[in-house]
C-alpha cells in the first residue's frame, strides 16, 4: 500500500479532465483505507469510485482515494428475496449483469449507469423508472473522523430524487465500503417508462425476462448518452426542475410544447433537456466544452476542456433558462 504522489486523475473520471492529485492511493479493504487515513492527518480526502458524477476545477492537496473493495455475495434469502452484498468498489454494470446472470430481478432497469456500487446510494441512482431505493436493503460506511464502521439501513438514508443523507448532512464524513440489496427471486417488470416497452417490440422479445428488459435499457442509453469513453462527460449535468402545478400551468400557457410530468402531487418534474433545448444549447460547443446534440442535458468534453471551462458553460446555460423560464436548474454532478 503505497500513496502515490502527484498523480493525473484524467484516466480516474468520466469528464476526462486533467486535474493533478497531490496524493492518491487506492484501497482494497477497510484496513487499508484506516491506515491510509492515518497516514495523511485527518483532511477531508476525496473518495473516488468511478469518477462519472464530478466535475474535478481544481488541482487537489488533499488525499484521493479510490475505493477498490471487490466481492459479491448472497448473504441471505428468504421467501422472496436475496439479499446480496457487493463491495463498494465493484462496478455498477458489473454488479447489474451478475444480478441477471444468476436470476437476482430488480436492478435491470439501471443497466449501464457508469461508476462504483459504492457511490450508487450517494444521489440514490436512478433510470427507467426505478431508483436505487427501491432495492436497496443497507449499506456500511467508515465514519472518517470516529473510524468506525456504520450501518444504514433504508430509512437513515433520506433517498430523494438524485439525493441522500451522504450528499447532504453527512457530506464527506463517510466512506461507503458496501451496499446490500434486496432483489427477487421472481420478476415484477416494469417497462412503462419511456421506450423499453417499443424497444423490447423492436427486438423481437416474445418472452420476457430480467435479461431482456437490460438489453432494451442498454440499447435505449447506447442511442442517446455519450460513451465517456469516446466523449467526455458525467451523464446529466443538471436534476430535471419541479415547479409548482400552478407554475407549470402559466408556462405550458406561454411554451405549449413544454415537457413535464405530474408525480401526483402538487409539483410538476419539467425535462430540464427541453428547456436547455429551447435556449438553442443543444450542439453547442466553444472550443472543447459543449452540451451533447443528441441529448441538452449532457455537458461533454471534447478532449482539451477544463473543469473551470465546462463550469463556466453550465453557468451559462443556468442563467439562460432562468431568464427564459424563469426556472432555477440545479446542478446534479458534483463540483469538487
Ligand atoms: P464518483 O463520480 O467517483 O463519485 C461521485 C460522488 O460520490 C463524489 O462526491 C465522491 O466523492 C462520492 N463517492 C464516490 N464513492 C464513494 C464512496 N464509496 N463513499 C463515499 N463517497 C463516495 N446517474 C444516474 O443516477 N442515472 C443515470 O441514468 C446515469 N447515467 C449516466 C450516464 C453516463 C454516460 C454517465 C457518465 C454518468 C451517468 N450517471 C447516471 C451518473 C453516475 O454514473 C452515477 O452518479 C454514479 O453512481 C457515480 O458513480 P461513481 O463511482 O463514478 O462516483
Ligand atoms: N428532451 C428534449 N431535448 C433534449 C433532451 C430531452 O426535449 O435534448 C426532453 C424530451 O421530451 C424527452 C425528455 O426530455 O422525452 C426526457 O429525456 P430523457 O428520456 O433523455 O431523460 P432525461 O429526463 O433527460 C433522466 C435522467 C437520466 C436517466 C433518464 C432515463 C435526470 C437528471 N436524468 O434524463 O439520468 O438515465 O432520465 O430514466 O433525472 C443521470 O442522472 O446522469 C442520467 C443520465
Redesign the pocket.
Known amino acids: 500500500m503505497q500513496i502515490q504522489e502527484n498523480i493525473s486523475l484524467k484516466p480516474y ?2 469528464f476526462g479532465i486533467n486535474a493533478t492529485a497531490k496524493h492518491f492511493a487506492p484501497f482494497a479493504d477497510v484496513d487499508q483505507l484506516n491506515q491510509l487515513l492515518d497516514l495523511k492527518g485527518t483532511g477531508s480526502p ?9 466535475l474535478l476545477t481544481r488541482d487537489l492537496d488533499t488525499l484521493v482515494l479510490k ?1 477498490e473493495i471487490t466481492g459479491i455475495t448472497i448473504t441471505g434469502e428468504d421467501e422472496n428475496h436475496f439479499y446480496v452484498t457487493a463491495g ?1 468498489g465493484e462496478n ?1 454494470h458489473k454488479f447489474v449483469l451478475h444480478c441477471i446472470d444468476h436470476g437476482y430481478a430488480g436492478a435491470e432497469n439501471l443497466s449501464l ?4 456500487v ?3 446510494p ?2 440514490n ?3 427507467y423508472g426505478m431508483e436505487l431505493k427501491d432495492i436497496f436493503y443497507q449499506l456500511e ?1 467508515f465514519h472518517i473522523a470516529d473510524r468506525q464502521l456504520v450501518h444504514f439501513k433504508l430509512n437513515d438514508c433520506r433517498f430523494g430524487y ?1 439525493d441522500s443523507v ?1 450528499k447532504g448532512k453527512y457530506k464527506n464524513q ?4 458496501s451496499v446490500t440489496f434486496r432483489l427477487l427471486k421472481t420478476p415484477k417488470f416494469n417497462i412503462t417508462y419511456g421506450a423499453i416497452q417499443q424497444e423490447l417490440n423492436a427486438m423481437n422479445i416474445n418472452d420476457l425476462s430480467i435479461r431482456a428488459v437490460s438489453q432494451a435499457v442498454i440499447n435505449i ?1 447506447r442511442s442517446k ?4 469513453n469516446v466523449i467526455g ?4 449535468f443538471f436534476k430535471n426542475p419541479s415547479v409548482p402545478t400552478e407554475q407549470f400551468e402559466v408556462l405550458k400557457r406561454n411554451f405549449p410544447g413544454i415537457v413535464g410530468f405530474s408525480n401526483g402531487s402538487n409539483y410538476v418534474k419539467l425535462a430540464a433537456g427541453w428547456l436547455i433545448e429551447q435556449c438553442g444549447w443543444k450542439g453547442y460547443r466553444k472550443d472543447d466544452a459543449g452540451c451533447y446534440d443528441k441529448q441538452a442535458l ?1 455537458l461533454v468534453n471534447y478532449g482539451g476542456a477544463s473543469g473551470t471551462d465546462i463550469l463556466a458553460l453550465s453557468t451559462e446555460i443556468m442563467h439562460s433558462v432562468e431568464k427564459k423560464f424563469g426556472v432555477l436548474l440545479e446542478r446534479e454532478v ?1 463540483i ?1
Do not use: E, H, K, Y
Open positions: 473520471n468520466t476525496l473518495i473516488l469510485g468511478g469518477g462519472s458524477n464530478m475505493n463498494g455498477w449507469i457508469p461508476g462504483s459504492g457511490a450508487s450517494m444521489q441512482i436512478g433510470a460506511a438524485r451522504f463517510f466512506v461507503i465500503t442509453r448518452l455519450p460513451d465517456p462527460n458525467a451523464g446529466s449532457v458534483n469538487i
